[in-house]
């Protein structure tokens, strides 16, 4: 096999283990060092590589490469960039054919979620509509878990062990106080469309008795009258009401809570804060102290609690990306299989097809939440639950997580330069 170099990048929003995924790329290029030649980092994404900007990841130690296992953020620069299609901007494929070809790029890796699959895509379809031979292998990660065909995506585990031990910690402070202070407690988690972080919330408790009394989903209608019934029913039985709420809750007509009337850079709606929103309507229906929570970045880069089977699959599916492509594989991602449940919990990686994942999102089942939508069944529980055990702690130093240095040397540009 000739000897060619690689290209990695990450891209949209990060994850508490999304380096440990680049960690997985890096070692197992190194260890195929007569097949892959130099591996170049993408920094800021796929920007990266339409403008030539290029990181030579072979400047970095071994030791900086390992210590990206429990760093958190997102090492090399992300970015929310989605390639339209090949006809309406023809100019920026062929930019990339260009930088690869300057570059020697034959193997793609690209590191993200839902539309990042969809430009992995494209990329993979330069071969055959623009001539030029590249494996495009895409790298599962989102924290909200909403990529099909994998059993869950690395970076959900260790967000779903934060929003659990942080709705535990806060339910048992509202109950503290709740005798002369604060009756209702809301906590906004992401989760646009999928309320799978939310659900994860629900594990701080045994049963819908213990907080979190209330767990509000994008998957259910929400309706006022009813949830107002439920939060002054809590308050009456428990003496407080803790709720979790997916920042896409909306109503029945789709529109969001807390729609900001805005749109990002893949032309998701903006949202404006589903959690004040809610208490906002507490203090005007019931009148009850309350306060509430974003948990918002927070919750995505906590890596001092992540899930240490969350940070074993991150990187188990960054080594299978190369190794996919050194078997002649493109347009596929690295999954999850899940091969058995509680305590005989296993799984494994399986090679999924892009095109079933490209613009595809996985919602919750309807068996995994209760009747009165409010909560999960034990379905839920018992999927969720093997995905946040074990602990991965990062090595502290003087009293904080230690996180790796890299030098991010960049590569020498070839090319004129090219705006976006």
């Known amino acids: 096999m000739a000897q060619h170099n690689a290209f990695y990048a990450q891209s949209g929003g990060v994850t ?31 920007i990266g590589a339409l403008t030539e900007d290029l990181i030579d990841v072979s400047q970095e130690s071994d030791e900086n490469i390992a210590a990206l296992r429990h760093t958190p953020g997102g090492a090399f620069g992300s970015c929310r960039y989605k390639l339209k299609s090949i006809e309406d901007h023809r100019t920026q494929y062929e930019r990339l054919i260009e930088v690869f070809k300057a570059h020697d790029i034959r193997y793609f890796f690209y590191n993200g979620g839902g539309d990042s699959a969809d430009t992995c895509l494209k990329v ?3 071969a055959e509509t623009m001539g030029y031979p590249i494996q495009a292998i895409h790298v599962p990660k989102t924290v909200d878990n909403d990529l099909p065909i994998t059993d869950n995506s690395p970076g959900f585990g260790s967000v779903a062990k934060y929003i659990a031990t942080s709705t535990r910690e806060a339910g048992l402070d509202i109950a503290s106080m709740c005798a002369t202070s604060t009756k209702v407690f809301i906590l906004e988690v992401m989760g646009r469309h999928a309320g799978w ?23 259910v209608a929400f309706h006022r009258k009813q949830f ?9 039985l428990y003496g407080y009401c803790v709720v979790v709420v997916s920042e896409g809750a909306r109503y029945e007509d789709g529109t969001f809570l807390a729609d900001a009337g805005n749109t990002d850079a893949f032309g998701h709606r903006q949202l404006g804060g589903v959690a004040p929103t809610l208490a906002g309507m507490v203090k005007q229906d019931l009148g009850y102290k309350y306060h509430w929570a974003v948990a918002d970045y927070l919750q995505r880069a906590a890596r001092h609690i992540a899930s240490k089977t969350d940070v074993e699959q991150a990187y188990a599916t960054g080594r299978a990306a190369v190794e996919m492509a050194l078997a002649g594989k493109n347009a596929v991602m690295p999954a999850i299989r899940r091969l058995g449940e509680g305590n005989d919990y296993a799984w494994d990686i399986i090679e999924a097809p892009l095109e079933q994942i490209a613009n595809h999102e996985k919602f919750m089942p309807l068996n995994y939440i209760s009747d009165d939508g409010f909560y999960i069944t034990e379905a839920c529980r018992q999927y969720l639950s093997p995905l946040i055990q074990g602990e991965d702690f990062p090595p502290f130093v003087n009293g904080l997580p230690a996180v790796a240095k890299l030098t991010l040397a960049k590569v020498e540009k070839k090319l004129t330069p090219f705006s976006i």
């Open 228 to 236: 107002m019934a439920r939060v002054d029913e809590c308050v009456n």
């Open 16 to 46: 508490a283990v999304i380096n440990a995924s680049a960690c997985g790329v890096i070692e197992a290029a190194r260890e195929n060092g007569d097949k892959i030649g130099k591996l170049y980092a993408g920094h800021n994404g796929i």
């Open 124 to 126: 993979s379809q330069l």
């Open 197 to 219: 972080i939310a659900a994860a919330g629900a594990l701080a408790g045994e049963d819908a008795t213990q907080p979190p009394h209330i767990v509000i989903f994008p998957e």
